[in-house]
């Protein structure tokens, strides 16, 4: 089933960037939409952010809107997440995992990277 690793986080004051990473393997990564979900402490997992196989359409939550920017590298089987304007409540484990907003496999995530916004 191939496999997705994290890589990116920290610990960030409000306002600041990351840019998360995600490097896949094991299966065509070309050939799949893939999506950023996260989980804050005590929560479930929350949708943040889908881009299509080709890179060419791009979905966010409504939270993250305007502050984040996913893309992709089919070349280097590589997903990213530039996260701008961050906010305390931003702070969650990212996951990178395959399948579009309406179908995500949480199942397929790696360990995820933490991200921590906090003064």
């Known amino acids: 089933e191939g496999q997705l690793v994290e890589s990116g986080g920290g610990l960030v004051q409000p306002g600041g960037s990351l840019r998360l990473s995600c490097a896949a393997s094991?299966?065509?990564?070309?050939?799949?939409?893939m999506s950023w979900v996260r989980q804050a402490p005590g929560k479930g997992f929350e949708w943040v952010s889908s881009?299509?196989?080709?890179?060419?359409?791009?979905r966010y939550s409504d939270s993250v809107k305007g502050r984040f920017t996913i893309s992709r590298d089919n070349a280097k089987n590589t997903l990213y997440l530039q996260m701008n304007s961050l906010l305390p409540e931003d702070t969650a484990v990212y996951y990178c995992?395959?399948?579009?907003?309406?179908?995500?496999?949480?199942?397929?995530r790696g360990q995820g990277t933490q991200v921590t916004v906090s003064s």
């Open positions: 094991g299966f065509t990564f070309g050939y799949f939409a």
């Open positions: 881009i299509l196989s080709t890179g060419g359409t791009t």
């Open positions: 995992v395959r399948g579009s907003y309406n179908a995500f496999q949480v199942r397929t």
